[in-house]
């Protein structure tokens, strides 16, 4: 059973005033096998986040199916939605509020019972042990960036969505960021991301799909793909 499944996924944007809106996915079907780190590559405004947004449950799609670890997106929703945990580009959590409370508050939020929270065990894995009480608003950009990370991994989720994570970020911590993507897909985390970067899709993913204008145009592994290249 692959990690996710995307068949035929339609979504056309509502338009203004009577026009037609904008049609983002033409119908892309693919899977993302478990365990791996795959890569879904295209340019600005290609329909990646849209595609993750679906997955998330933040876009209606409109038409075809997709499900998440077996669960499908329409009639397993809630299952679907817990088995994936999203890194989202912006940065979202109250600034006034230290990495530990950031991690605790996300774990209430999924019911999570005290006993069984890992916040200390998470905070441990993206290196922030030593600000756990710390405001939020002190944390370097990375330090940030790795909190999100964190929080993405609360309900330990089996598949881990990062949406253009390195986009901005400077040489050093793109290095910081691909590590830990690493050691996470090390502990058993299946990994998707989404990136315009062809360099990060090579270097950190061992399969590639491309998409463009909405349509799927390449799926296959890295090191394939590179020989076409
Ligand atoms: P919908 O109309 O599909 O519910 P939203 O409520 O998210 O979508 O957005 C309302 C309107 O704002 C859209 O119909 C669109 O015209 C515009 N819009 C929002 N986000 C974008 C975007 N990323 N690119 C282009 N237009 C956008
Ligand atoms: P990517 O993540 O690959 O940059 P997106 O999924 O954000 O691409 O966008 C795909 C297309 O859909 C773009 O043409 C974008 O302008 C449009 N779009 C995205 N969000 C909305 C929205 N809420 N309303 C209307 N159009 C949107």
């Known amino acids: 059973?692959?990690?996710?499944?995307?068949?035929?996924?339609?979504?056309?944007?509502?338009g203004q005033q009577g026009e037609e809106g904008k049609l983002a996915l033409k119908g892309v079907s693919f899977d993302v096998p478990q365990g791996g780190v795959f890569?879904?590559?295209?340019?600005?405004?290609?329909?990646?986040?849209?595609?993750?947004?679906?997955?998330?449950?933040?876009?209606?799609?409109?038409?075809?199916?997709?499900?998440?670890?077996?669960?499908?997106?329409?009639?397993?929703?809630?299952?679907?939605?817990?088995?994936i945990g999203i890194v989202p580009q912006e940065i979202v959590f109250d600034p006034f509020f230290t990495p530990y409370e950031v991690l605790e508050n996300q774990a209430g939020f999924y019911g999570i019972p005290k006993a069984d929270r890992r916040s200390e065990e998470l905070l441990e894995a993206v290196r922030l042990s030593d600000k756990r009480d710390a405001y939020a608003r002190t944390l370097s950009g990375g330090m940030k960036r790795r909190l999100l990370i964190a929080k993405a991994m609360?309900?330990?989720?089996?598949?881990?969505?990062?949406?253009?994570?390195?986009?901005?970020?400077?040489?050093?911590?793109?290095?910081?960021?691909?590590?830990?993507?690493?050691?996470?897909?090390?502990?058993?985390?299946?990994?998707?991301?989404?990136?315009?970067?062809?360099?990060?899709?090579?270097?950190?993913?061992?399969?590639?799909?491309?998409i463009n204008?909405?349509?799927?145009?390449?799926?296959?592994p890295t090191r394939e793909l590179v020989e076409m290249a």
């Open 1 to 14: 059973q692959p990690a996710i499944r995307i068949d035929n996924l339609v979504k056309r944007y509502a």
């Open 39 to 83: 890569g879904l590559l295209g340019p600005n405004g290609a329909g990646k986040s849209t595609l993750i947004n679906i997955l998330s449950g933040l876009v209606n799609k409109t038409g075809g199916s997709a499900s998440v670890w077996g669960f499908d997106i329409d009639s397993h929703t809630r299952n679907a939605k817990r088995s």
């Open 154 to 210: 609360v309900h330990s989720p089996p598949i881990l969505v990062l949406d253009e994570p390195t986009a901005g970020v400077d040489v050093e911590l793109r290095r910081q960021l691909w590590e830990l993507v690493n050691d996470l897909n090390a502990r058993g985390v299946t990994i998707v991301l989404t990136t315009h970067y062809l360099e990060e899709a090579e270097q950190l993913c061992d399969r590639i799909a491309i």
């Open 213 to 220: 204008h909405g349509e799927l145009i390449a799926n296959k």
